[in-house]
Nanobody, 124 residues
């Protein structure tokens, strides 16, 4: 049994910063990619950042490039998302996801394990 638990969401003003963390437990090893997705009301879930556990590759959604940073702690099996210069359009529920599969990495179907989500609200 693998569990992913997000923390760190909340309310912040435009231009502010938030840091999200995803703690894994259970048989949480051998990840190929861990990622952060977000889903706003009425919109599809989208991948905002992904990090290869090998450390040699990362991905960012264009609108968050230069503002968001994904990082991981291999020893603790955790992944973080630092979000700076937040905008109202970043408002969404943010989910941590993980997969041991190789291949595609930007679609929800590419991931096998999900956290319960944490709300991020950016006020204007």
């Amino acid at each position: 049994q693998v569990t992913l638990v997000e923390s760190g969401g909340g309310l912040v003003q435009t231009g502010g910063s938030l840091g999200l963390s995803c703690a894994t437990s259970g048989r949480a090893f051998g990840w190929h990619v861990m990622a952060w997705f977000r889903q706003a009301p009425g919109r599809e879930r989208e991948c905002v950042a992904a990090e290869w556990w090998s450390g040699d590759k990362s991905y960012y959604l264009d609108p968050v490039k230069g503002r968001f940073t994904i990082s991981r702690d291999n020893a603790k099996n955790t992944v973080h998302l630092q979000m700076n210069s937040l905008k109202p359009e970043d408002t969404a529920v943010y989910y941590c996801a993980a997969t041991r599969r190789t291949g595609a990495y930007t679609r929800p179907d590419d991931y096998d394990y999900w956290g319960q989500g944490t709300q991020v609200t950016v006020s204007s």
